[in-house]
């Protein structure tokens, strides 16, 4: 195997790519009070959610060792690319840039580059997708570096949460706020920045028009439709999903589309409900 695509357990991989011997998944872990969940296909999204809305705190998140990296690095490809989760909302771009150090002290020399996604969930996902695209088309390591971080430049995230629990949990609204907004059924739509940090971009009543707020300004943002990939992560609304799927297909022609549930770090973000869409 000439190269390997190590992503950390915030992007979700297709069962095709997980059957693919070129994808690892690294996996985060979360706590929920004292239950300790490990973010891997162990993982147990309604009894997750069942416990988030029981608790009165914010579910917590640990990011993968250094040495778990390494791990991930000892292989027989001769190059190794990593993606994961932006840099601005976890450490795991910090750990993954320990271990490449460590292994290379430690192993000796081999091709590794960690991206930062600047991204969440499904954005790693088809960044690791580019990541494969390029290697089949037997581009050097360095061209695949350098076009992958162009598209990470030019990639589009967006969300809208179904419940504001999480962000009044760990004191990024206040409860004033978000009991008004629940009171009026005010949905946010949030989008990625440049940086990989988080910023609303506006706001509806109601889920259904957020979604389709978050829908039309995601198109409009995205250039030469036709040439991407636009991926889908859910937590735990499938029928929203196949929705927005529709709604999308009727406003521009993507080259693909794909739908997955979010794993345990985009269900602690997104929440019950939440949509992701990357393009």
């Known amino acids: 195997m000439d190269y390997k695509i190590v992503v950390d357990s915030c992007g979700e991989l297709p069962e095709k790519l997980k059957k693919d011997g070129h994808f ?19 993982f147990d999204q309604p009894e997750f959610l069942k416990r988030v809305a029981k608790s009165p705190n914010c579910p917590k998140s640990t990011c993968p ?29 910090n750990s993954a840039e320990l271990g490449r150090n460590l292994y290379l002290e430690e192993k000796g020399e081999k091709q590794i580059h960690v991206f930062d996604s600047k991204s969440a969930s499904v954005g790693e996902t088809v960044i690791a997708m580019k990541i494969q695209e390029c290697e089949e088309a037997g581009y050097s390591f360095e061209e695949v570096i350098g076009k992958v971080d162009a598209f990470i430049a030019g990639l589009n995230t967006s969300f ?42 506006g706001q509806a009543r109601g889920i259904v028009k957020a979604v389709d707020k978050m829908i039309t300004d995601l198109v409009a943002k995205t250039v030469n439709p036709k040439e991407k990939i636009l991926a889908i992560s859910h937590c735990n609304c499938p029928k929203r999903a196949k929705e927005t799927v529709e709604k999308i297909k009727k406003l521009a022609e993507f080259r693909e589309i794909i739908v997955v549930e979010t794993a345990g770090i985009s269900s602690m973000y997104a929440s019950d409900g939440g949509i992701i869409i990357v393009a």
Do not use: W
């Open 160 to 201: 809208v949460l179904e419940t504001l629990e999480t962000l009044r949990k760990n004191g990024r609204l206040s409860n004033i706020k978000a009991f008004v907004a629940n009171t009026l059924n005010i949905k946010p739509v949030m989008a990625g920045t440049a940086e990989g940090t988080i910023c609303q971009i």
């Open 65 to 93: 060792s250094p040495e778990r990296y390494v791990e991930a690095f000892d292989c027989e490809a001769k190059r190794v690319y990593v993606v994961t989760l932006s840099s601005q909302l976890s450490g795991s771009y």
């Open 24 to 42: 690892e998944s690294v996996p985060l872990e979360i706590f929920v009070d004292d239950y300790h969940i490990v973010d891997d296909e162990t």
